[in-house]
């Protein structure tokens, strides 16, 4: 059974760094893509991030780059996104999702499989 758990979230000040993980399990993790996702109140869920555990590619959207960093620990099987220079405006519910394509799509539609979500709170 294919399991992503993301965890990490928390209430932060502007300008602090949180650092969210995304476990998972219950798949040849080498041969996926693994991209965290973000849905505000009131918005659409919008692509953050995504790392290609395969060949180490990764994408950021320009909103985050330069703030925050993907990383992974195959011996884990667990993706990490490295949050620093926090803004009110990250504030949202970040999911992690897994494709098995292994591209570096900041898309949804790309996604297979789709965790719960980890609250990140970000007060000004």
């Known amino acids: 059974e294919v399991q992503l758990q993301a965890s990490g979230g928390g209430l932060v000040q502007a300008g602090g760094s949180l650092r969210l993980s995304c476990a998972a399990s219950?798949?040849?993790?080498?041969?996926?893509?693994i991209g965290w996702f973000r849905q505000a109140p009131g918005k659409e869920r919008e692509g953050v991030s995504c790392?290609?555990?395969?060949?180490?590619?990764?994408r950021y959207a320009d909103s985050v780059q330069g703030r925050f960093t993907i990383s992974s620990d195959n011996g884990k099987n667990t993706v990490y996104l490295q949050m620093n220079s926090l803004k009110p405006e990250d504030t949202a519910v970040y999911y992690c999702?897994?494709?098995?394509?292994?591209?570096?799509?900041?898309?949804?539609?790309?996604?297979?499989?789709w965790g719960l979500g980890t609250l990140v709170t970000v007060s000004s």
């Open positions: 999702a897994a494709d098995r394509g292994g591209g570096i799509w900041l898309d949804e539609e790309w996604y297979d499989y």
């Open positions: 790392f290609s555990v395969g060949d180490g590619n990764t």
């Open positions: 219950g798949f040849t993790f080498d041969d996926y893509t």
